[in-house]
């Protein structure tokens, strides 16, 4: 995922320069915050239902749907995700209250392992409830056998892109249902991704109606805003120049170490390479993260008071953006069968870590983030928990790190029941 490198696969997209791309999505960005701060009723009524957030995601979806740009031949979501990622984390780090975020309790945890069993038991189950009206997506031998497929799946919700690969290998996935098992992949969770999005957004409402304990989450947030409230001030070019520098100085270093590591473990440590500890991009997120944690003990943590999550989460609004730029509605109806499947199988994951949550009195917080660590892992994890509180990124970093840890063996898991329900 790392190195992106210029376009060079045919489409028939209407634009296809990264330029224009990248020229329309900050207008839909602009075009959204401008229009959520519009004091017109019509406007103000559209935005106490429709998220901002979720619009920023879903418009830039239309663009991919009506093929005016094609999110698959593009490399503006690759040098988001190399670069404004782990600068991102980096900004939004540094004013983090470590304390408090170990803090938040075993509820997080609880939950994040709620969604990996969820992903573990929902895939038989999904296959035996579609296989009740389509008998045929039983029986299978071959490497196009659906519950081969679905291995692939598990491997990417429970831990991500290097896990799902892994999964291929092992169950010998033939490449006509990979390339389906991967567009239900990417539809479903992105579909997920944005019912999350939408909860953030009314999170205080959720939490109210389910009597959840909020403290330790208030309190991270209290403590971050009284900080910028007492240290706040208009940054000057001075402080712009800094933050940057901060941010991106400390992003580079990651690739460099990561370019090191990566590569090093793979040679001489192979045995680590089921916990996904070769993947370039892991290293990036954890050590840009890292990064802005130790920064957070520094002076460097003055940098919020000019406004340095702010422009981390103008980092956030652009990735999400070109992550809807993958999304593609219209592809349900090239595979239902497989569709229903996968909106089967998300549903048993979501509605298992609901009822958990309900039992718990947890936060709607530790929910979305538990499972976006899951499902999306760390390109997206930070996104989601950010929705709720840029001071909160770190708490999504955290989760998808045991989601590429706990991939392969849970993945491996799942496949060994889809195997016995499938054979």
Same mark, same amino acid.
């Given at each position: ?9 045919? #489409?028939?997209?209407?634009?296809? /320069?990264?330029?224009?791309? #990248? ?26 239902? $429709? ?15 009506? /093929? ?7 490399? $503006? ?29 075993? %509820? ?81 969770? /992105? ?10 957004? /009314?999170? %205080? ?68 390479? %089921? ?26 943590? #003055? ?29 349900? $109806? ?26 718990? %009195? ?20 930070? $996104? ?40």
């Amino acid at each position: 995922m790392l190195a992106a490198a210029p376009v060079a696969a045919e #489409t028939t997209a209407l634009i296809t /320069n990264d330029g224009v791309i #990248t020229g329309l999505l900050l207008a839909i960005l602009g075009l959204v915050f401008y229009t959520q701060s519009s004091q017109h009723p019509a406007l103000q009524k559209f935005y106490k239902f $429709v998220p901002a957030l979720l619009l920023c995601y879903f418009l830039p979806s239309l663009l991919n749907t009506f /093929n005016i740009v094609d999110g698959n031949a593009t490399a $503006v979501t690759d040098i988001t995700m190399d670069y404004l990622l782990p600068a991102c984390m980096v900004l939004l780090t540094l004013s983090l209250d470590l304390k408090a975020v170990v803090g938040l309790g075993s %509820k997080a945890l609880i939950l994040f392992l709620t969604g990996t069993l969820g992903i573990v038991i929902g895939g038989p189950i999904a296959l035996l409830a579609v296989s009740a009206v389509f008998p045929e997506m039983l029986g299978g031998a071959g490497p196009d056998a659906v519950w081969r497929g679905m291995t692939t799946i598990a491997g990417s919700w429970i831990g991500g892109g290097a896990n799902q690969a892994a999964m291929k290998e092992v169950y010998e996935v033939g490449g006509e249902i990979f390339s389906a098992m991967v567009t239900v992949d990417i539809i479903v969770a /992105n579909l997920w991704m944005a019912v999350l999005l939408y909860m953030a957004a /009314n999170s %205080k409402q959720i939490d109210a109606r389910t009597g959840a304990d909020t403290s330790a989450i208030d309190a991270i947030k209290e403590k971050v805003e009284a900080y910028q409230a007492q240290h706040v001030r208009n940054p000057s070019l001075r402080d712009l120049m800094l933050i940057l520098a901060v941010g991106f100085g400390v992003a580079g270093l990651a690739h460099l170490l990561a370019d090191a590591i990566a590569p090093a473990i793979g040679t001489h440590l192979p045995y680590l390479r %089921k916990f996904s500890l070769d993947s370039l991009f892991f290293w990036v997120i954890v050590l840009a993260t890292a990064g802005g944690i130790a920064l957070s003990f520094t002076r460097a943590r #003055t940098l919020e008071a000019a406004g340095a999550s702010k422009i981390g989460s103008v980092f956030v609004y652009i990735l999400v953006a070109s992550i809807g730029l993958h999304m593609d509605v219209t592809a349900i $109806v090239d595979a239902p069968k497989y569709f229903l499947i996968g909106a089967i199988w998300m549903l048993i994951h979501a509605g298992l870590m609901l009822f958990v949550a309900k039992l718990l %009195k947890a936060p709607v917080f530790y929910m979305a983030v538990g499972s976006q660590a899951n499902v999306g892992g760390a390109a997206s994890a930070p $996104v989601v928990a950010s929705a709720f509180h840029p001071s909160l990124a770190p708490v999504g970093v955290l989760l998808a790190v045991m989601g590429y840890a706990l991939g392969t063996y849970m993945a491996y898991l799942a496949g060994q029941i889809l195997r016995v329900v499938g054979s």
